[in-house]
């Protein structure tokens, strides 16, 4: 791993795999670690983010699983984020110290979202709990409006926040608002902060306004694809990168309108990889058969520009 370097490029959103019956698989990580890299190039991972259903892990397991990743990506990978957001706030800080304990390249917590923030300020008294948990590891607050309902702008938040949390290091930013994502950007271009898209459909949109990279559960199975699109954009190759986003895209608007989500990710996960992620964690429903065919078939019908 990479202490102090700036995470830039792809992180892969991890999933949680899991057994038949429903408990975390921890004997395909090193596999999956492997897979990641050598398949994907992609070296970053967020673990046990929305995709790793975090939040429907018990804290055992989330720690078992932040150790597991962390010692099979040992040597492997670059960064290793660990999810930490919890909706009681001991719970979150219990993992900061786990994380801090293993050695985590970073920390990111979301809004808590029963009894949640109504104003930045609370927000951030949260954020900062959590964050002094873990005095030596950079944090990301990672905004998900769209699941947590906490709608605080970004720009408004980042304002003076370093001052409360030493440790800010960026954000990964999961919405659709990218005059948020610019004006953040614009304001914090000389701060050594990390934008970190979360609409993969998008992420094109993303870098042209500054983000630095990108973590999304699609990066999984399509970070050799998409790694391709971040090169023909640092070329200046804007045909080329929008041809990438417009093939991701398309298998991404099938999908979503066949009804998307983590349990689907899992499903196209395990056909692209081959390694078993096992069903999702109730109340999510596993893929059906159908939707696995189908979006089995729309992946391999696609021409990629680099003829794959
Ligand atoms: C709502 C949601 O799950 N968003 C995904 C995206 O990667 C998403 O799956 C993709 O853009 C397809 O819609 C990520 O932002 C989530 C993520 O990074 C995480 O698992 O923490």
Not at 129 to 136: G, H, T, Y
Request: glycine share 8%.
């Amino acid at each position: 791993m990479t202490p102090g370097k700036k995470l830039r490029g792809l992180v892969a959103a991890t999933i949680t795999p899991m057994t038949p019956d429903g408990q975390i698989n921890l004997s395909v990580i090193r596999q999956y670690v492997d897979y990641l890299v050598s398949e994907q190039n992609v070296k970053n991972v967020f673990v046990n983010g929305t995709t790793g259903e975090g939040l429907s892990l018990s804290i055992q397991e989330r720690k078992q699983l932040a150790e597991e990743w962390m010692c099979q990506g040992k040597d492997k990978l670059d960064h290793v984020i660990i999810h930490v957001g919890a909706l009681s706030l001991p719970e979150s800080q219990e993992l900061a110290r786990h994380a801090a304990a293993i050695g985590a390249s970073g920390i990111a917590v979301i809004a808590p979202f029963f009894f949640r923030p109504t104003n930045k300020d609370e927000l951030i008294a949260f954020l900062q709990k959590v964050a002094s948990e873990a005095p030596a590891v950079p944090f990301y607050y990672y905004h998900i409006p769209p699941l947590t309902g906490v709608k605080i702008r970004v720009e408004e938040l980042l304002d003076g926040i370093k001052e409360q949390i030493p440790t800010f290091q960026g954000v990964k930013f999961s919405d659709t608002d990218l005059l948020d994502l610019a004006q953040c950007i614009n304001k914090n271009e000389r701060e050594q902060l990390a934008f970190l898209y979360g609409v993969d459909e998008q992420l094109l949109s993303a870098l042209a306004v500054g983000a630095d990279g990108a973590v999304g559960s699609t990066y999984n199975y399509l970070g050799q694809k998409t790694n391709l699109m971040l090169e023909a954009f640092a070329k200046l190759d804007l045909p080329l990168a929008q041809k990438y986003q417009f093939l991701t895209g398309e298998f991404l608007n099938f999908v979503i309108k066949l009804g998307f989500g983590v349990a689907q990710s899992k499903a196209v996960m395990t056909f692209v990889s081959g390694i078993p992620m096992g069903p999702p964690r109730l109340p999510l429903a596993d893929a059906s058969a159908e939707f696995i065919a189908q979006a089995k078939a729309k992946l391999e019908s696609i021409a990629w520009p680099d003829g794959d």
